[in-house]
């Protein structure tokens, strides 16, 4: 019989590491700090969502029928916990494979008291196939993904035909997809993928790309490109 995930995250808060199958793209897991480590601890059970928990029903986990935004890949999680605070009418989920990713994540959650705000450590896809319902989510964020940027590698990227349409399935009508890259050549795969999808607008007018909205945070990664002169492109794109 095989571990459960809640089996596999005690093993991880035992021994400060967590390993898992990755189906979406790779990550690079490090240690646990002891504050990431103790926020797991205490407040996994109040934040975390789970594969196995198999269909999520939003208005059960949050109470309410408030909108709900998803963001894959969250890396440390600032900017997702200041987008939940600074925006209490709506829900967010964050799915990060990188488990100290969740465990910093949670830790400023707590810290800045947000409550409309659920975590999940594990494979993105499998939690859209298999957790998501049809027509369920307002907006899917992708922010900063591995550009794989060696030519040979362009196929492993996450932004595909496949994956689009896999995410028009669980948009509303009018949700939006929101992607930001600080790799130009990304920006242009992105746009001529998105592009060739029926069943989405680009919401920029220019017919390319957006200027970052408010809602979407200046990351101290962000702010470090602009000072090197790196661009960042941002893309919505939206469910017809």
């Known amino acids: 019989m095989t571990d459960q995930p809640q089996d596999r995250l005690e093993q991880a808060k035992e021994k400060g590491r967590f390993i898992r199958e990755v189906k979406s793209f790779v990550t690079r897991q490090g240690r646990l700090t002891k504050g990431q480590q103790a926020a797991i601890d205490e407040y996994w059970d109040q934040y975390g969502l789970t594969h196995e928990q198999g269909a999520f029903d939003w208005q059960v986990i949050f109470g309410n029928n ?28 964050g799915i990060e494979v990188h488990l100290p990713g969740v465990g910093a994540c949670l830790k400023d959650a707590t810290t800045e008291g947000v409550k409309n705000l659920r975590l999940i450590n ?12 049809d027509n369920s989510l307002s907006c899917v964020q992708l922010f900063f993904p591995d550009p794989w940027h060696k030519k040979r ?10 994956f689009a349409q896999l995410l028009a399935q669980k948009l509303t009508t009018g949700g939006v997809f929101h992607m930001a890259t600080d790799w130009e050549n990304y920006a242009e795969h992105m ?6 999808q029926a069943n989405y607008k680009n919401q920029s007018p220019s017919g390319d790309y957006m200027p970052r909205p408010e809602h979407r945070p200046l990351t101290k990664f962000e702010q470090r490109g602009h000072r090197l002169g790196h661009g960042v492109w941002d893309l919505m794109f939206e469910k017809l």
């Open 122 to 133: 594990h494979d993105a896809v499998a939690i859209l196939k298999d957790c998501i319902a």
């Open 66 to 93: 408030n909108p709900v935004v998803l963001e894959i890949g969250f890396g440390m999680g600032a900017s997702l916990v200041e987008m939940a605070k600074n925006a209490p009418e709506k829900n967010f989920v």
């Open 191 to 196: 746009l001529e993928v998105m592009s060739a």
């Open 153 to 162: 590698h362009h196929k492993r990227r996450i932004v595909q035909t496949e």
